[in-house]
């Protein structure tokens, strides 16, 4: 079985900076490309950003250059470091990964439970 857990959310005044994490474990072949979404309440759910296991990144054009998302492969784990935050970003951020599942080597979709990231003074 494959897991995606989130950590490193939590509370912080605007300006203020974060680090996200996603661990993968279990029965992993190989990851592919993998990103972060974010939901705030009454809103639908939005990318935030891509990384595609070359490295190669792709961000939403709002964030305007303040967030950065990395992978280290040797460790199964993806990183979102986010700074000046503001309250708009406030939100859910959910991890996402395409995952070689070495129950039946099929490439499934994974999603982790979320982590609340709250931008308030």
């Known amino acids: 079985q494959v897991q995606l857990v989130e950590s490193g959310g939590g509370l912080v005044q605007p300006g203020g900076s974060l680090r996200l994490s996603c661990a993968a474990s279990?029965?992993?072949?190989?990851?592919?490309?993998m990103a972060w979404y974010r939901q705030a309440p009454g809103k639908q759910r939005e990318l935030v950003a891509h990384?595609?296991?070359?490295?190669?990144?792709h961000y939403a054009d709002s964030l305007q250059g303040r967030f950065t998302i990395s992978r280290d492969n040797a460790k199964s784990t993806m990183y979102l470091q986010m700074n000046s935050l503001k309250p708009e970003d406030t939100a859910g951020y959910y991890c996402?990964?395409?995952?070689?599942?070495?129950?039946?080597?099929?490439?499934?979709?994974?999603w982790g439970q979320g982590t609340q990231v709250t931008v308030s003074s």
């Open positions: 996402n990964a395409d995952i070689l599942d070495r129950r039946d080597y099929k490439y499934r979709e994974f």
């Open positions: 279990g029965s992993i072949g190989s990851i592919g490309g």
């Open positions: 990384i595609w296991s070359s490295g190669a990144t």
